[in-house]
């Protein structure tokens, strides 16, 4: 049987601790959350001829940056909750949209400070902006044919 994130989580934030300016216990709830980062199947090529800027190029860079987000830090590393980000806590407690544009304005405007024109910190500028069009419900399910 495999164990929800619920389960997972609710024995370390549900607990009561005793008092800590409230009474009663604080409990986060999520929904179950199944992530898997598919391999790219062909990075993107300009066999079409009409890319002239990289776009290719950058668009596997963003892929294997945002695969590595799920492999590093940015991670759980306790058993059980190794699926789980920082970004998954904002947004039960609806946070993610605000946290994310935060963090689209602190990378870009570092961007050329600090490091110099670090090419990582444009990385997590998009890879926020991603989690942004995501958080705002741009892709959620609908019945229409046209995606945007």
Known sequence: MTESLDD?????IGRN???VGSSGDDIITFNTLNVS??????APDNNNGRWKYNEDVILKDIHEYVS???RSHYTGKTNGFADIQTIDLMAAKGLASGFCQSNIIKYGTRYGDKD???KKDLLKVIHYAMLLLH???HYKSTNS???Y
């Open 68 to 70: 590595g987000t799920y």
């Open 8 to 12: 997972r989580i609710s024995p370390s």
């Open 17 to 19: 601790d005793g008092p």
């Open 145 to 147: 044919d046209f995606p």
């Open 135 to 137: 958080f705002d419900d």
């Open 116 to 118: 110099g024109q670090n």
């Open 37 to 42: 980062v598919p391999e790219l199947p062909n």
